[in-house]
């Protein structure tokens, strides 16, 4: 069953640190996203990505996050100065264009600003 | 309460048993998934309900849905070990791009 591939696992990195995050969707989906969840707490929308543009983004998603799909198939988000309350596990999900059809969630990276 | 409110948080019961979550949710939507969350891991697509839909089975899952009562449960029959996890509902709007909107989530808890 085709997944959606989330690299690295695991990243520490010290407050003010850029990182990126990188997630290879599904091959023949055409809508991505990125979610975050804080430990405890609810998964949070992030920002949806379609036809090489943002669509749709949350208040979390500020100037220091930006997403890129570099080569038709990877699939990034950057933080550009990571801060402590950005430690989380961050989710990729594609989908594709049948809205009958739910998405599908890469194993996410958990991210650990110290 | 927020969108996507599910009770109850926790759930512990004894193996082949039955479970039953519920969600609320507060805006109208144009679908409704369930997926689950085993410990520090993904999240596992389970079901999508249809706000046309009012019932759905899938294996041992069963999803029905209300939207007069803005509502969903999932069922698990006959419970397994291997069904102890975190079980999220998301709902999907009915404009845009379908971003979802979680749930805090039920922690089941399956005694064998």
């Known amino acids: 069953e085709p997944e959606v591939t989330q690299t690295p696992s695991h990243q520490v990195t010290q407050m003010g640190q850029e990182v990126i995050l990188r997630c290879v969707p599904i091959s023949n989906h055409l809508y991505f996203y990125w979610y975050r969840?804080?430990?405890?707490?609810?998964?949070?929308?992030?920002?949806?990505?379609?036809?090489?543009?943002?669509?749709?983004?949350?208040?979390?998603?500020?100037?220091?996050?930006?997403?890129?799909?570099?080569?038709?198939?990877?699939?990034?988000?950057?933080?550009?100065?990571?801060?402590?309350?950005?430690?989380?596990?961050?989710?990729?999900?594609?989908?594709?264009?049948?809205?009958?059809?739910?998405?599908?969630?890469?194993?996410?990276?958990?991210?650990?600003?110290? | 309460s927020q969108q996507g409110e599910e009770d109850p948080q926790a759930l512990s019961i004894q193996e082949g048993e039955n479970a039953t979550m519920n969600c609320s949710y507060k805006t109208s939507i144009n679908n409704l998934q369930w997926y689950r969350q085993n410990s520090g891991r993904g999240l596992v697509h389970l079901i999508l309900i249809r706000s046309n839909e009012r019932e759905k089975h899938s294996g041992r899952l069963r999803v029905t849905l209300d939207t007069s009562k803005k509502s969903s449960s999932l069922l698990i029959t006959a419970s397994r070990a291997a069904d102890t996890a975190s079980y999220f509902c998301a709902t999907a709007p009915n404009f845009g791009n379908e971003k979802l909107t979680f749930g805090t989530g039920t922690r089941l808890t399956i005694i064998p």
Do not use: H, W
């Open chain 1, 37 to 114: 969840q804080i430990l405890g707490q609810k998964v949070e929308f992030l920002v949806s990505f379609y036809n090489n543009e943002i669509s749709e983004k949350s208040e979390i998603f500020d100037d220091q996050f930006s997403v890129e799909r570099p080569d038709g198939s990877n699939f990034t988000l950057k933080i550009r100065s990571t801060k402590l309350e950005d430690s989380a596990m961050y989710f990729c999900a594609s989908r594709d264009s049948r809205s009958s059809y739910g998405y599908t969630f890469g194993s996410g990276t958990r991210l650990t600003v110290v």
